[in-house]
């Protein structure tokens, strides 16, 4: 009976390239096949945040431009000087030259009549039956976008619709209070366009993304083509009272993922309950995700193709120095004379050399280490993990040389002693490092926050070309915010405050070092002024 033919088993460099073949092709085909509803599921919900993200940040965006805006008309109001008319008309001329989104602004006395006004439009003119009139006697007013009346035809607008505009107004009292007149502005609408342009710019891979701007009634006041003074064709949308997404059916039949965001104001600024929508087609999403089971089986296929390839390379590497060993071995076997076991320490002369290689390399790069440790510690504030005193001027001495331009802020906190004295050094430490971790979150990557020593801190924020100045003003309101929150300290929540001085180089002074006295000179006026505000340096401030 004839022996039973023995299959010859894979050799060392096969089994180990079919090995790693069927493994990443294996876990390639299981990944694909099994995305299906959860990828779906888990990319609309992704693609369900982005869109509230996305409502979220232009709702945010349109609160905190109205804040701003109303914020400048009802300070401008209670300069004395702009109830003189001539001094008035220089101002808002001023204003309209550099403002390009105000539309028109000018003041009314106490009867309505303009005695001043951007580009002399409605100069005479009576316009005390207009809300921004009436409303702005009672006190500040930020009216919602309406169309033109007075104006229409008279400023420019967006070709193909009826130009808007949104109201601030403000009273101009005497010092007894006696409302002589309004100071009125309309602001265009365009800025709100120019918002979103500026907003879904970067986010133009987003195939069918589309925004609405609702008003408080849920009137589109922007959206696309044929939509902007409708209702909106999914009414619960608008009705919603909290952010969020959802996918809904539209009225042409296509199913949209949708996020919502409504207005929320800001500081004292109530808001106009204006409601933001975001929403992208649920098809490509969903196409989306068949890609993505596309993408993971053939890349799965190519994969398995390179490393089995690679694995077939590097068995060899391996089984060479065996297979001399087993052909020595063999021949021996069959009685050949002067054979001998051949020497195959290549492997471990290799291993040794990695060894040797792998210790030089580790001591290198543990010095290398050791020395960017102790140049970080130099520079470090141990308590805040911020940048220290020495970083900080040595910074500002090599960022200030050239021909650019700078902010200073000085930070100093208030009833911080207080703190220390009662509860201890261990909890002043602790409202430190929260006050540290709190300012680094607010400026941008390019800016500069240190800790000079104790409880003062010092930022420098230098005005980039191509990118607009920082907002002192609101930066300094969102500082104060911040760390006004409060404390918690086992178990008890402590507050503290701060004041701030400001001075901009070389506004101020050609002189850095010079700057940064006027910006000490403008905290330590902002002390004595009551504590937890800011003040810019003027000439003044020092004497």
Not at 209 to 222: E, N, P, Q, R, W
């Amino acid at each position: 009976m004839a022996a039973p033919h023995r299959r010859r088993p894979l050799g060392l460099r096969a089994t180990v390239a079919v090995t790693i073949a069927v493994l990443v092709l294996g876990s390639a085909l299981a990944k694909g096949l099994f995305v299906g509803d959860s990828a779906a599921d888990a990319l609309a919900q992704e693609v369900g945040s982005s869109m509230t993200g996305l409502a979220q940040s232009l709702a945010r965006q349109l609160d905190s431009t109205m804040w701003a805006r109303a914020n400048q008309i009802a300070a401008l109001s209670r300069i004395d000087a702009l109830k003189d008319p001539a001094v008035a008309q220089s101002t808002i001329d001023e204003l309209k030259r550099r403002d390009t989104t105000i539309a028109w602004i000018g003041m009314t006395d106490a009867s309505g009549r303009v005695v001043a006004a951007s580009n002399g439009l409605l100069l005479g003119a009576d316009i005390s039956r207009r809300p921004v009139h009436q409303e702005g006697m009672k006190g500040l007013f930020v009216g919602d976008v309406h169309e033109a009346v007075a104006l229409k035809g008279q400023v420019p607008y967006l070709q193909g619709e009826t130009p808007k505009f949104v109201d601030v107004s403000a009273p101009l009292q005497k010092s007894d209070g006696t409302v002589v007149g309004v100071l009125a502005t309309h602001y265009s609408w365009e800025w709100a366009h120019a918002s979103i342009r500026q907003l879904i710019e970067p986010l133009a891979d987003l195939k069918g993304l589309s925004l609405f701007i609702l008003s408080a009634d849920g009137t589109v006041l922007i959206g696309p083509d044929g939509s902007v003074g409708r209702p909106l064709p999914v009414p619960v949308l608008s009705t919603r009272a909290r952010d969020g997404w959802s996918a809904d059916v539209w009225p042409d039949g296509v199913t949209y993922v949708t996020g919502v965001a409504h207005g929320k104001g800001l500081h004292d600024y109530a808001g106009l309950g204006w409601t933001v929508v975001a929403r992208q087609p649920a098809d490509i999403v969903f196409a989306q995700s068949e890609r993505l089971q596309q993408i993971i089986v053939g890349s799965g296929i190519v994969l398995a193709l390179l490393f089995s390839l690679a694995g077939w390379f590097a068995a060899g590497r391996i089984s060479r120095p065996l297979s001399a060993i087993a052909d020595a071995a063999a021949r021996i076997g069959n009685g050949e004379r002067g054979v001998e076991i051949p020497d195959v320490g290549g492997a471990a002369e290799i291993r040794r050399l990695s060894a040797s290689l792998r210790d030089m390399v580790d001591s290198l790069t543990n010095k290398d280490a050791a020395l960017m440790r102790l140049e970080d510690i130099a520079y470090e504030d141990r308590l805040t993990a911020l940048p220290n005193r020495r970083y900080f001027e040595q910074y500002v001495e090599a960022s200030t040389g050239g021909n650019g331009s700078a902010t200073v802020m000085y930070i100093d906190l208030d009833g911080f002693k207080p703190v220390n004295d009662r509860l201890g050094h261990d909890a002043g430490d602790a409202v430190l490092r929260q006050v540290g971790g709190r300012l680094a979150t607010i400026f941008r990557d390019d800016d500069v926050i240190a800790r000079l020593g104790g409880d003062e801190f010092a930022a420098v924020l230098p005005r980039r070309p191509g990118r607009p100045a920082p907002d002192t003003g609101e930066l300094a309101a969102r500082i104060i915010a911040a760390v006004n929150e409060p404390v918690s300290i086992d178990g008890e929540k402590v507050r503290v405050g701060c004041s701030i001085g400001i001075a901009a180089w070389p506004e101020d002074d050609g002189d850095m070092a010079t700057v940064m006295r006027h910006a000490d000179a403008a905290l330590y006026k902002a002390k004595r002024d009551g504590r937890n505000r800011a003040v810019r340096w003027v000439r003044q401030t020092a004497e």
